[in-house]
């Protein structure tokens, strides 16, 4: 079978929901883990913390330091004072963003809405054919400040739970806000198990792909070949492309963490697996079939049935094997999803 003839049925699996993961565990390093080689397909079953035993000195671990922000908002129509539901997308400019309108069949341009006593307000500029809006705000003071105060944490539609803390839907790291999700391949990382890995003599390089929602959106072409991906923003320093580059040079692994920074280390990468620093949009599409130049391993969660993300991962090591992983996992009854265990591909 070649990359051109897979069905997006190709890549689904059985999963229980009791099995989708609703609340963070209270220590982020203490999720399960299942190792997965991706030349044999062997597997290993561990927790977080050993994924130490698996970098060795010299190796480059690349993290994504974006930072969630709390981007959905709850206010009401000026003219009818009904609820409307907001999630913030992309920034356009300054006071503009691209923004998902919930109920949005009669947001049409010109509506004007409120937002907690007036302090926020917006109105509707623009409709897109893919029906999201933009909005122009109004308000005093500084926008993140405001977003903080009103805004909620988007949790992905699968998760019904109310979240106790905002900062268990960030990255320890997390710096740059931007996403409308978390890289929660990150969300196990804790400050003592990074401290560790950089004492053993791994380099942490660290690069920004601001999440898009369109990566929780599902692939409806019978063909994946036919699927369109969305555009994520992301940027990588000279400084941190050259860890990068030192460890491809040496001979060393480079493990990405999470398939946000594969998807930006793919896009930058060249031929030789060599990175240059620079910012851009990437809509790469990764599937079996492709060929990884820069990532040699892995961190990552488990992703939905049919999703762009578990086709990025079964180009890594096989469709067999990751659907035999996934199989295994469902049988031991790990936690999947933004919430849930890991998965480290050797």
Known sequence: MTEINFKTSDFYYDLPEKLIAQTPLKDRD??????????????????????????????CLVINDTKVLPARLFGV????????????????????????????????????????????????????????????FEYKGIFEEIL?????????????????????????????PGSAAAPTA?????DELLDKIEKKGVKLAKLTLHVGLGTFR?????FISEHKMHSEYYELTNEEAEKINNAKKQGNKVISVGTTSTR???????????????????????????????????????????????????????????????????????RFFSFGDAMFIK
């Open 30 to 59: 203490h999720s399960r883990l299942l190792v997965l080689d991706k030349k044999t397909g062997q597997m290993e079953h561990k927790y977080f913390y050993d994924v130490l035993d698996f970098l060795n000195k010299g190796d």
């Open 77 to 136: 129509r000026k003219d009818t004072g009904a609820v409307i539901e907001l999630l913030l997308l992309r920034r356009i400019d300054d006071n503009k963003w691209e923004t998902l309108v919930k109920p949005g069949k009669k947001a049409k341009k010109g509506i004007e809405l409120i937002f907690k006593e007036n302090l926020l307000t917006g109105k509707i500029v623009d409709v897109h054919e893919d029906g999201n809006r933009i909005i122009e």
């Open 148 to 176: 903080d105060q009103l805004g909620e944490m988007p949790l992905p539609p699968y998760i019904h739970e109310k979240l106790e803390d905002k900062n268990r839907y960030q990255t320890i790291y997390a710096k740059h």
């Open 186 to 190: 990150g969300l196990h990382f804790n």
């Open 218 to 222: 599902p692939v409806k072409s019978e």
């Open 264 to 334: 930006t280390l793919e896009t930058i990468g060249d031929h030789n697996g060599l990175v240059k620093g620079q910012k851009g949009w990437t809509d790469i599409f990764i599937f079996p079939g492709y060929k990884y130049k820069v990532v040699d391993s892995l961190v990552t969660n488990f992703h939905l049935p049919e999703s762009t993300l578990i086709m990025l991962v079964s180009a890594l090591c096989g469709k067999e094997n990751i659907l035999k992983a996934y199989k295994e996992a469902v049988d031991k009854e790990y």
